[in-house]
Each structure stands twice: as structure tokens, then as C-alpha cells.
């Protein structure tokens, strides 16, 4: 490119919810004591007996699940109007959810500081600063049967008053294209694949539906008298970092709605957050391995779980996560799919990997913002050949040209991205060593040094961050305005992560890599993701391309703009079988436009937005 890094660094920029109702009912459906019961399943109903459901609305017949009022799956109703404005229950919103939560609502701390009184208008508030022109262009495919329209504002939507205003006081002012999309098709009551970029707000879109859900049902009764608790909603995260930031950012969206929310992840005592879900959950964000340990405990059961939702959901379903995510899921008492609803939420979305995560959804709708695992184009990728051992005296040359140029502070945050532990921690302290305020996270160190890491960065006292992977996914961190791939890593959706850490809500950011021999494998997927992203591609780097061949991931996704896609659409997986429902189809989108010769069922949309 022709701009700069550094003139493009100088650019850029949870009261106790215990159930009122009563436990009888639960108490003597449970398993009788003559065989054995593991902890993790006991509560649970006899498998023809409903749990306690919700007391304003009654169970749907044969479903073995409460029904919630929200005109979603459980009580039975077409969901088509659902979320609008005049449309069947969005009038009966809850200022209080009937579960002593006005008393605890009195002691809930304000997520937003002192200045919750501003409660300005959509139209008056002030934009935060995000450049919604840079989405304008971005394409958007959606594929599945009867697919709710998009929304273009918020006040379309029917959220909730309680909710609106946390909106406001988060200060957005308008959905983001994935939330346009998302948040209708999840209101509908719809499963959802959603493949959106980077920081492009899919935190929001899973978390508004899920709390306006739980907002519409006030008196939801769940077991008593044990020390097991019930949430309504589970939101699971591949790290504590992000499981923490969706917590935080669940907090503000559920700020005075009786939605309470609880975060449980691993490396923290876990007396502290077993004392936080004993006072009530409603929402529980978490890490895998801790949830497990919680469920084997029997200090929760995800028997009435109405909303799953999975964020960096191909990174949940890969080998490292997969059997933890199948035991929570389908071992334990989680109602099956198609009885709770299910949200898979990620920027990248290899193929096998989506044909893995169907076993977790009923009916979805898949939905592409932006090409599979693309990288937005707010980011300047540059590439650079560099030998491993100059690596040390390269980065040395880039930190002082920031330096120099006054970008090296809280405005301008550097995150460097190396392949190991012990790599994260040599350069560490070599960077400190050498007069650069810089600090590191990884696997290796501890909770505390992790979150004390992360907050020494995100405040610019140490304004230069040395990552692995640990710190690749979903962070959003404001004014890092440089991503650094010292090592590069093996799979492309990795990169995308990594430097999706860097313009952010239509913010601008720069990207550079050190590339040499040892990451051939990746120059294809790189050159071609670089070329689609409309940046400068090196010759030599088109030159390591031509030479490559697979490798790198690229080749799981399929090519070609939107490429991967639903891969429902794969004629292999698709032949003989009707995925998009035929005369079910709403027909809605049918005239994207886009489909022709691409070979788009019905159904199936596609527009340019
Ligand atoms: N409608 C909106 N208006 C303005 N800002 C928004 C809006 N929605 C989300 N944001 C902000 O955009 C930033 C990115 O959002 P978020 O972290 O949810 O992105 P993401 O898509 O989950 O990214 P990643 O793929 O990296 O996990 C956050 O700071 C968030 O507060």
C-alpha cells in the first residue's frame, strides 16, 4: 500500500433469582433413588415429565420443556411477526421479572459508571464514532427456510424499554449489517450459523435477543431448595479473557432488566463464582473446562437452557474443545436441539467444521456477512520477508519509528502475536531489556498475571502487549492500532483472528507480518485473503503462492468471493436431500440477485447491503 504503517497507525485509532414458584413438582419427578443417579443428573425430570415451566404460559404438548410466552418454539407459535413492534406478545414487557428482583435491582451496580440518567434518543445521542459507511458494501448471504427480513434501526425491533435504554447508554446508535441480520432471525425463535468479521458487534447480536427472550418471561419457576442453580441461557466462550468481556458486556446490555448474568471460567477461585450463582443466573457465560466442573459438581444443570449460544464457535467444535463442548451439549441435561435455541457465532467458518456444528442446531439459518473468514478491509495488511534471526532487530525498527512518531502510547496500543509460550515470554523480556513498556499473556502464566497484563495494556501503561493465541480471538480492545505477527501462525482463520484485534467497529487498523521459509504453507491462503481485502500484494510473496499448493486452511473454505459459504450448499452433502425447505420457503430474498448461476436453492438470499 501506499500509505505508510506508521502514517496508518497515526490514522487509526451481574439478587437472587431464586425461583417464587414452587419445587414439588420437580422434587417428585426426580429419578427414584433405587438406581443410581450421577450428581450432574439429578433434578433432572423422569424423561416424560416436564421440569417446571414457566407459569405464563403453558408446556407445549409432548415437548418435555417449559414454554416460555415469547411466541418463540416453546409455546408453539408462528414466530414470523415476532419482534416487531404490534406484533402478538411485545406489548407485555416486565418492569419487574416477579422474582424479588426490584431488591436486588436496588443493589445492582451500575456497568455504565454514574451517567445512566442520560438517556438520550436514538436520533440525539452521539455517535460514537464508528463509520457505518464502511460497511455499507458488504455483502450479506443468508440460506435456510422462511428467513426473518433484516431490521434497518433499532426501534424497528421491539427489545424491551429496559433494553432499549442500555442501547442508548452503550451509545449505539444503529445496528451493525450482522445485527441487522441476526438479532430478527433470532428473535424468530430461529437457530442460527452466523459468520460476521471481526468486531463488527456479534456480542450484541447474540446477547439482545437472549436477554429481550428472557425479559418476556417474568416468572420462569425453577427447582428450589437445592444448591444446584438452573440458568435459562448459556453463553460459552473459548477463553476466560472473552468470556469475561461477553460477561461485562451482558452486564451493561441487562442493566436494570432482571436479566442477571454470571460469568464462571477457569484459573479464578471457584468459591467466588459459586457464591455469585447461588444469588441467581439467569445468563451463565462460560469457559468449557470450568463449566464442566460445575456441572460434575452438580452446582448447575443446563435442564432448563432456553438459549445456547456459541461465540468463536469453530474454534469451540476443533479438536482442542470438541468433546468438552459434546459432553456439555449432549451428555449432560441440556434439552436437545430443536427444544432450545442455538446460536453459533464466529468470523471464520471452515467448512468441516460447519458440517460438525449442524449436529448442535434444528432448522438453522446460516447467515454471511462479509466472505467467510474474510478480513475487513478497514485493516492495512502489509507482509514483510523476514529471516528468523533478523525478527528481534526488524521489530525494533517498527517500535522505534512509532515511537518516534508519537504513536507508541494509549491511543496507538501494539499487539505482538508469537507461536509459543516461551517465545511470548523471551520476547517479553527482551523488548523490556531494551527500553520498550511491554508486557505479555499466554497459557503458561497465571490468572492474575493474565488479567493484570491485559489491564496494563488496555490502559497504555505498557502500550505494547506480546500475545499467543490466547489473546486472538474476540478481544476488543479499544486503540490497538497495530497487530504485529512476529511468528506467523499455521492456519489463515487464525491470522484473520489475530488481526481482527485491530480495526474494530469501523475503526481503521494496520496488520503487519514477518514472513519467511518457514511459513510457505500459509502464502497462498495470505496472498489470496490480501488480494480480496483489495491490499498491496508483495511479488515474492505471489511468487511463494504460485509455488504453494494447499495448505493453510484456505482450501477447507473453497474459494471464490463468499467462498465456504453454507456448506449445505456442498452438492455432495446436498444431493437428494431438500435442506432449504422447499414450499416452506418464505421466498423472502429469493430476488437477492446473486444466486443465477451460483446454484442457490430456494430460499436461499443473498444481498448486497
Ligand atoms: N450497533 C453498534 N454501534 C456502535 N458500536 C457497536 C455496535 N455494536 C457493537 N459495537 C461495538 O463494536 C465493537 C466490536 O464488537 P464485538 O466485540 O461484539 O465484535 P465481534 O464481531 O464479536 O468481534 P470478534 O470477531 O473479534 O469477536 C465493540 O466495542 C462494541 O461495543
Redesign the pocket.
Known sequence: MSTSWADSVANSQTENAAATGSFENNASSRAPRTTYVPPHLRNRPASSDPPAASNSAPSQAGTGYGAPSTGSRWNGNSRQDFGRPGYGSGSSWNSSRGRGWDRGREREVNPFGNDDDAEPSFSEQE??G?N?DAYEDIPVETSGSNVPPPVNT?AEIDLGEALNQN?RR???????P??RHAIPISLGGRDLMAC??????????FCFPIISGIMREPNIQRPRGTRTVFPLALILSPTRE?SS?IHD?ARKFSYQTGVRVVVAYGGAPINQQLRELERGVDILVATPGRLVDLLERARVSLQMIRYLAL??ADRMLDMGFEPQIRKIVEQMDMPPAGLRQTML???TFPREIQRMAADFLSDYIFLAVGRVGSSTDLIVQRVEFVHEADKRSHLMDLLHAQKENGTHSKQALTLVFVETKKGADALEYWLTSSGFPATSIHGDRSQQEREYALRSFKTGKTPILVATDVAA????I?HVAHVINFDLPNDIDDYV?RI??TG???KTGLATAFFNENNTSLARPLADLMQEANQEVPAWLTRYASRAYGGGGRNRRGGGRFGGRDFRRDTSYNRGQDYYGGANSSGYGAAGGYGGAGGYGPGVSSAWD
Not at 480471538?473 to 476488543?476: K, N, S, V
Request: net charge positive.
Open positions: 455517535n460514537t464508528i457505518f433499532f442501547i452503550c451509545k449505539y446508535v444503529k445496528p451493525t450482522v445485527q460476521a468479521q471481526t468486531g463488527s458487534g456479534k456480542t450484541a447480536a472473552l468481556q458486556e461465540d468463536e457465532f464466529s468470523a480471538r474476540g478481544l476488543d479499544p483472528h481482527g484485534r474494530r467497529a469501523g
